[in-house]
Structures are given as structure tokens and as C-alpha cells.
């Protein structure tokens, strides 16, 4: 069974660092063309892709949110971490991590996630 | 960047039909993946690569895709289905980004 887990802080300060973590089960993170997304939901609002890493470590950011996030993995451990710098009330949210599965097949690329965490509320305030 | 488009709401009633589209302009390169969400509750994955549904998920949910427009169709809708459906690809652009539609609101009347 596919398992992922998001863990972290609950609240932090403006201008602070969020470091997340998501510890997968299930599946390995050396798997072909596999790897992990997070996603964030502020309350009432959209889901917003932030980055994706994939088994080859390639990587892929939110063009918004490039120059505050930065996501690696341990493959030994089975985790996958996003760290956001100088946080912001407005980063008040849910945040999801999902395994994704990229690649092109028929003429067609495709990037969608099938198994999600649970979730993390993050809340941004002093 | 690259978007996708989404009603915000469709109402229908039970044992209608409901159909939800999701425009983008890499759609006719890109696969497309459509989420279900109920209040708090994380998203389940409902239809995979246009029209491929995982196992688990009622035969009721089914998409389709033509040209820029992908659609996903509920058949027989059911109260359980009252959620936000989001739709989600990725840009053509080199760098697969991935996107999301701004979410449907599914009323079942």
C-alpha cells in the first residue's frame, strides 16, 4: 500500500524558514519515472502546485515561488523535503505532498499525481 | 504561464449527468488528471491520462478530451459526489510544471 505522510512545524513567524518533510511508504523514490509533488491550500481557496522531484532528481518549481523553495530527497530514508523561505501570512495553508509519475507515452507527456498525503496545516503568524 | 480554465460551479440534480470542463492550451500535448476534494479531506485522484480511471473509482466517472478542452463526466450523480473537482496538467514548456484549474464546485440539488 502507498503510504505518504507530510510532517513539519504547525506555526511559524514572518520571515521565517518552513521546512517540510513527506516520508513515503510503499514505493521507493529510485523508481522509474516516480517521485513527489507538494501542493499547497490556502483555507477556501485552490490547490497550488510548488515542486516536484523526480527519481533521476530532476526538479521542477512553482515560476512564482521559485527563489523561495527548494526540494531534495533522501532515498535512503524515503523522504522527500521543501523548505520555503521568508515566510508570509499569505502562506497560511495546507500542505500536501503526492507521488507523481512523469513521462511521455502515445505522443502524449504526462505529470499527474495518484496517491496524496493526509495534509499539514502550516499557519504563518508572530 | 500557463493556465487551465474551470467553471466555478455546476449544480445538477441526483441522477443527472455533470460535466465539467477544463480548457488549456497544452492540453493536446499533455495528459489530464482530474481530483476530487470534500471538505476536509485531501484530493482523490477520479480520472488519470484524459479518461483512465483508477481502480476504485466508480464507473460513473469517466473523461474525455477534444482539442484544447478535456471534460469529466459524472453519470448518474449521487449526493456523495457534491465536492470541488480540479482539473490539472502540466505546461509543454520544457520544464513540465504542473497546473491546476481553479477548482469546480459540484452542487448535487
Known amino acids: 500500500q502507498v503510504t505518504l505522510k507530510e510532517s513539519g512545524p504547525v506555526l511559524v513567524k514572518p520571515t521565517e524558514t518552513l521546512t517540510l518533510t513527506c516520508t513515503v511508504s510503499g514505493f521507493s523514490l529510485s523508481n522509474a519515472r516516480m517521485g513527489v509533488s507538494w501542493i499547497r491550500q490556502p483555507p477556501g481557496k485552490a490547490l497550488e502546485w510548488l515542486a516536484h522531484?523526480?527519481?533521476?532528481?530532476?526538479?521542477s518549481y512553482s515560476t512564482s515561488l521559485k527563489s523561495r523553495l527548494t526540494i531534495s530527497k533522501d532515498t535512503s530514508k524515503s523522504q522527500v523535503v521543501l523548505t520555503m523561505t521568508n515566510m508570509d501570512p499569505v502562506d497560511t495553508a495546507t500542505y500536501y505532498c503526492a507521488r507523481i509519475r512523469g513521462g511521455y507515452v502515445d505522443y502524449y507527456y504526462y505529470y499527474g499525481m495518484d496517491v496524496w498525503g493526509q495534509g499539514t496545516t502550516v499557519t504563518v503568524s508572530s | 504561464s500557463y493556465e487551465l480554465t474551470q467553471p466555478p460551479s455546476v449544480s445538477v440534480s441526483p441522477g443527472q449527468t455533470a460535466r465539467i470542463t477544463c480548457s488549456g492550451d497544452a492540453l493536446p500535448k499533455q495528459y489530464a488528471y482530474w481530483y476530487q476534494q470534500k471538505p476536509g479531506q485531501a484530493p482523490v485522484l477520479v480520472i488519470y491520462k484524459d479518461s483512465e480511471r483508477p481502480s476504485g473509482i466508480p464507473e460513473r466517472f469517466s473523461g474525455s478530451s477534444s482539442g484544447t478542452t478535456v471534460t469529466l463526466t459524472i453519470s448518474g450523480v449521487q449526493a456523495e459526489d457534491e465536492a470541488d473537482y480540479y482539473c490539472?496538467?502540466?505546461?509543454?514548456?520544457?520544464?513540465?510544471?504542473?497546473?491546476f484549474g481553479g477548482g469546480t464546485k459540484l452542487t448535487v440539488l
Open positions: 490539472q496538467s502540466a505546461d509543454s514548456s520544457g520544464t513540465y510544471r504542473v497546473v
Open positions: 522531484i523526480f527519481s533521476n532528481d530532476e526538479k
